[in-house]
């Protein structure tokens, strides 16, 4: 494996030998190390010293079930902090199969033409973008489609990422070659799009998969993951209705999103819950399908394919719980088709769903809008396809918005929108929000399963640092969250796959190892950025304002918040 450096500016490439201090990561964990050694932590996130990075994890490459996910990342526009996003589809995989261990992209054009990086065996070619640039991320990814057939992975930005708004994110295809798979939070789309990038089209033909040292190790490490990962009753139930299964918990628990965080319960959940989500796609049928994987070789299959009512065409791919409940409960919002909508006009732009559901829940404070009202909603999320000032504010997110509008009820930490989990009724959440160098962002840490009473103040660090750590190295390993289904029981399987794949000899606590470092080298590049305890806070509404049924605020103690990492 290779670092492949691209300068966009002088349009040079280099393959390089990877550092010895390198070696050891991958994905998430990379990234960190990465723009700690190389990006000035001050810089502007949308200048030319930032860098994008794309890194595939340390077990990505051998089509093992939810074990190819691709993370991108780089300084973040929308935070000013470190920022890793990653997701499914094609891009890692076929990244690791040419052997790029990271992809750096450097500097910044000095010419106003946009440009496709085409990657092959050995070789970079930049071809011109200009009859995509302005175009939705869907036809595009179809224009892309004919020019390089169908065998490539492809990386894009939609017309958010072009104007540089800090909601954008970037899209990568599925195995159906349908480009709703995004690297969603922090505004990286923003950063490719300063360095005048439409598209990376990754092409792996005659190559072969990284080499594994010890083959028959790994078969067996790779069995048993497999067994243990079927064998998950979660497993079962992901497949059968997606994410969406978490609103119906999430209403349970009083932690659903509801009118911009002013309730933790909607009275409407029966309708936009995975139950209904899945009889209506059964109902509809022909293109409309309850399970679908969005990364080949997947056993899960999590994600879902959302049809039109007539059954002949995609509305979007997937409809996740995230989605649901910053555009749906958060809104007001019962109607299923209206949330698929918004879902596709947000990623045809390539903006992050959960940043603008939270831009426009505010803007119902502001008085712009009624909860409940679907079609303003559209109207608005309209606004920013038409680059109206209105529509540059909501694309650059919910702290902006409620900024300009004078709104205290915002639900952003480090400027980045909370997820669909209420954290004054799940303070786990709360605690991951707070305190993650990655801004509010529910994949850092999840604690939603934990053996705890979610509304109380105490033992919530213990359970978000736990979370923490694992999932910062599930991310280097580049892993779904749901692969851990298949390593709940059976930490070893984890070393035991990569000492195989490396011929290394990690003990059994390899995922909290790189876990830990990933998060020191996170924090110590927001630590150089400026940032301070003050910043690892939620906003100071919710440790004021009761939170209906149980009328709760975040009230975990901030000497606490301050100490989670002092290992």
């Not at 939270?358 to 396809?385: K, N, P, S, Y």
């Amino acid at each position: 494996m290779n670092i492949w450096r691209i300068n966009v500016n002088s349009q040079q490439f280099s393959i390089e030998d990877v550092p010895t201090s390198w070696q050891h990561l991958g994905g998430r964990g990379l990234l960190a190390k990465i723009l700690l050694d190389e990006v000035t932590p001050t810089c502007d996130p949308l200048g030319p010293h930032n860098k994008l990075v794309f890194s595939p994890g340390l077990l990505v490459g051998h089509r093992l079930s939810s074990l190819d996910r691709i993370s991108i990342g780089g300084k973040s526009p929308l935070t000013g902090g470190v920022k890793e996003a990653n997701a499914g589809g094609r891009t890692g995989y076929h990244l690791a199969r040419l052997g790029i261990k990271a992809l750096i992209i450097e500097d910044r054009p000095i010419e106003d033409n946009w440009q496709i990086i085409y990657l092959s065996k050995d070789s970079v070619r930049f071809d011109d973008a200009a009859e995509l640039v302005g175009g939705g991320v869907y036809d595009s990814a179809s224009q892309l489609r004919k020019k390089y057939g169908d065998q490539v992975a492809v990386a894009l930005i939609g017309p958010g990422g072009e104007k540089k708004m800090r909601a954008a994110g970037i899209q990568n295809i599925d195995i159906d070659y349908y480009p709703s798979r995004i690297a969603a939070r922090g505004g990286l789309g923003a950063v490719m799009g300063s360095k005048k990038i439409k598209a990376i089209v990754i092409d792996a033909e005659g190559c072969e998969s990284p080499p594994i040292i010890n083959l028959e190790a790994f078969k067996d490490a790779r069995k048993r993951y497999t067994i243990a990962l079927t064998n998950h009753p979660q497993t079962t139930s992901y497949a059968d209705y997606g994410t969406a299964a978490m609103a119906n918990m999430c209403n349970g628990f009083g932690g659903l999103p509801t009118r911009n965080f002013s309730q933790g319960t909607f009275e409407h959940v029966e309708k936009i819950a995975g139950e209904q989500l899945r009889e209506l796609l059964i109902e509809r049928g022909g293109v409309s399908k309850t399970t679908h994987a969005c990364m080949a070789g997947c056993l899960i299959r999590c994600s879902n394919v959302f049809g039109h009512e007539n059954g002949e065409r995609v509305v979007v791919s997937p409809l996740e719980y995230e989605t649901i409940g910053l555009m749906g409960s958060n809104l007001g919002i019962d109607d299923l088709d209206v949330i698929a909508r918004m879902n596709r006009e947000v990623n045809d732009l390539g903006l992050d769903s959960i940043e603008i559901g939270a831009a426009l829940g505010v803007l119902c404070d502001a008085g712009l809008m009624t909860f409940g009202d679907g079609a303003r909603a559209l109207q608005l999320i309209t606004e920013i396809r038409s680059l109206t000032p209105l529509g540059r504010v909501i694309g650059n997110g919910a702290g902006l918005t409620g900024q300009i509008f004078g709104v205290e009820r915002v639900p952003v930490v480090k400027n980045q929108a909370i997820s669909a989990y209420d954290p004054r009724a799940i303070k786990g959440m709360g605690v991951t929000y707070a305190t993650t160098a990655q801004g509010a962002d529910h994949t850092c840490g999840m604690t939603i399963r934990a053996k705890v009473k979610h509304t109380q103040a105490s033992g919530q660090i213990k359970h978000s640092r736990e979370a923490q750590l694992k999932m910062a190295g599930y991310d280097s390993l580049g892993a779904c969250i749901f692969a851990g289904f298949g390593f709940a029981d059976a930490m070893e399987t984890i070393s035991g796959m990569v000492n195989a794949r490396y011929g290394t000899e990690y003990g059994k606590n390899l995922l909290q190892q790189l876990g830990r470092e990933t998060i020191e080298n996170e924090r110590e590049f927001n630590h150089r950025a400026g940032f301070t305890k003050a910043d690892d806070r939620l906003p100071e509404w919710m440790t004021r304002e009761p939170l209906p049924p149980h009328d709760t605020v975040f009230d975990v103690p901030e000497e606490e918040l301050d100490s989670i990492f002092d290992f």
